[in-house]
């Protein structure tokens, strides 16, 4: 099949796709194109915007080569479309009737071209195996069923998989050219949908617009550093929210796609790189470079030398911490992100720091005791365990006697140190949205035990200096953005209960 001629049939496709879509609906109503009245019923505008879609991948098939395109995006449309209820041959007779539309308007030797193309892919709906019960397994049916559900966070949760599958078949049945939903990158789509759907039930379940939004705007910086286009995360996200407005009933799908709204607002604005968090003009800063600089050229014992000179220098202890480590830790965050430190380089940067803050206890454990007593843990699922060691060393050196859990403790765990330790203060560490249910369910757990009455539960983390009241709708009692502010929090707190 010549490419010129290929690519004259799409074009004419293309110019004639308002037309195509009402003719084939028309077909597909049993009633003449003329009648068909485009603002009809919501069925009736799904159903367009299926055709439409169907003839611009049409139109992509005819331009990359043919049948087998065609195919991929019939076969992601039939697993949609089964996922909803509808019958693989509600797809075959929208098909057919857009073929027959297709013979009536285009030029018969493009038209034949066309046709040929859309019955090659159209056959894959009927040999296909690819539309197995395998492929719909990972499409769950929603227990409870999402209209049993009394919360939105809820429903999202108790169908996330199902939605999750059936956004990526939308988005690529929508946009077949895009590199998210091609070959190997599919199953990361999928688990990226996931997570897209988890971050959202965390938002919304905090009524928190905001922190989906951070979560978009993160997300997008990771696509620009795999050299993905966030146009595709866009689409992405307008699919996420029109599969819940089919599959959510109306009051459960309000919020969610509000928020997937200001996501892609967020996501269409101008784009600004996360600056770097480590500068030679900071505070420490000179220390900082060189640190960070020993971290990345994989040489430990420079970067032990760089603390060792700052100490020699005179840098208190809780500034190294401060200005050096805690900088250093971002940025290797940011440039993981960025995708230009791999996952690996990532923790041989974290082990060292986390050898460095070994290294540091001669000048760390040397306060005169305070009388009072700490736990501080991450929360359960919260695989990052420095922060919460921050913070525990900086109550150490104000001399109180701490017990420091490290990462992901469960909840019950958390509370039998709370009260094995006689703890005054309970610090708990959360890093990503998906963990603050995980913080709420341990703070009511502890609420709930009558031998923590009098302990002050003090939440942190990187969610919380997103959100600033999120420590309050999870019912802590208090927040701060560093490690330095939990100790002050914790003492104001308990100079005010007069304990
Ligand atoms: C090291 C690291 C890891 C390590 C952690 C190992 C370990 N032993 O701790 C590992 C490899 C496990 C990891 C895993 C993941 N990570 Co990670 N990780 C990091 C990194 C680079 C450093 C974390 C750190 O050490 N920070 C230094 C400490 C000191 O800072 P902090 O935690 O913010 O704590 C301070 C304050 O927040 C506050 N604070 C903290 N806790 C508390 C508690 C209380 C009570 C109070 C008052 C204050 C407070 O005080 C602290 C000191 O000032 C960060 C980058 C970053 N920006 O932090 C990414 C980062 C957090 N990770 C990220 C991601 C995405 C992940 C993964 C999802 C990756 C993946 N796909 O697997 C998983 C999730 C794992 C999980 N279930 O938790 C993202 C999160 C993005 C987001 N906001 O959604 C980040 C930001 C990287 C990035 N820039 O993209 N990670």
Not at 2 to 23: H, K, V
Not at 47 to 64: I, K, P, Q, T, Y
Not at 307 to 312: L, V
Not at 389 to 394: E, G, L, M, Q, S
Request: a negative charge.
């Amino acid at each position: 099949m010549p490419g010129a001629e290929r690519d004259r049939a799409a074009e004419q496709l293309l110019a004639s796709r308002e037309p195509l879509m009402n003719a084939a609906l028309g077909r597909l109503r049993g009633a003449p194109a003329a009648q068909v009245s485009p603002d009809g019923a919501e069925a009736l505008a799904r159903c367009r915007v299926d055709l439409g879609a169907h003839v611009d991948a049409l139109a992509a098939a005819l331009r990359a080569g043919g049948g087998e395109e065609l195919g991929e995006h019939c076969a992601f449309a039939a697993v949609f479309l089964e996922a909803l209820g509808v019958p693989r041959s509600a797809l075959g007779a929208a098909l057919d009737a857009l073929s027959e539309s297709i013979g009536e308007q285009l030029d018969p030797e493009l038209s034949a071209l066309a046709q040929d193309v859309l019955a090659a892919g159209r056959r894959r709906l009927c040999d296909s195996p690819l539309v197995t019960p395998a492929a719909l397994a990972i499409i769950p049916a929603a227990r409870p069923a999402p209209g049993e559900a009394t919360s939105a966070s809820e429903a999202l949760q108790c169908s996330a998989a199902r939605i999750a599958a059936m956004s990526v078949a939308l988005s690529y049945v929508r946009r077949p050219g895009d590199a998210l939903a091609r070959g190997a990158r599919r199953a990361c789509c999928l688990e990226d949908a996931r997570h897209h759907v988890a971050q959202l039930a965390a938002a919304v379940d905090l009524e928190s617009p905001e922190l989906f939004s951070a979560y978009a705007d993160w997300v997008r910086t990771l696509l620009l550093g795999l050299g993905l286009d966030p146009a595709e995360l866009v689409g992405h996200l307008g699919a996420l929210g029109d599969v819940l407005a089919i599959t959510l009933p109306e009051h459960l799908a309000e919020a969610p796609r509000r928020y997937l709204s200001a996501a892609v607002d967020r996501l269409t604005s101008a784009y600004v790189e996360p600056p770097s968090f480590v500068r030679p003009e900071a505070a420490l800063g000179v220390f900082a470079c060189g640190y960070l600089d020993a971290l990345l050229q994989g040489d430990r014992r420079r970067a032990l030398e760089v603390i060792r000179e700052a100490i020699e220098a005179s840098a208190p202890i809780k500034d190294i911490y401060i200005h050096i480590l805690q900088p250093c830790q971002y940025e290797v965050g940011r440039l993981w992100q960025l995708h230009q430190l791999s996952t690996a380089e990532e923790h041989y940067c974290t082990a060292v720091t986390q050898m460095i803050l070994s290294q540091l206890y001669p000048l760390v454990f040397n306060a005169d005791r305070a009388g009072r007593r700490l736990v501080a843990t991450a929360v359960d699922g919260n695989l990052h365990e420095i922060g919460a060691r921050f913070v525990a060393d900086f109550f150490e050196m104000e001399g109180w006697d701490t017990f420091y859990l490290g990462a992901s403790t469960p909840a019950q765990a958390v509370i039998d140190e709370v009260v094995h330790r006689k703890a005054d203060v309970l610090a708990v560490s959360a890093m990503l949205g998906e963990h603050l249910a995980s913080v709420g369910d341990l703070v009511t757990a502890v609420r709930a035990d009558d031998r923590c009455r009098n302990v002050v539960v003090l939440v942190g983390g990187q969610p919380f200096c997103v959100v600033h009241d999120l420590w309050r709708q999870l019912g802590a009692d208090g927040s701060a953005p560093t490690a330095e502010g939990a100790v002050r929090a914790a003492e104001q707190l308990l100079a005010a209960r007069g304990a």
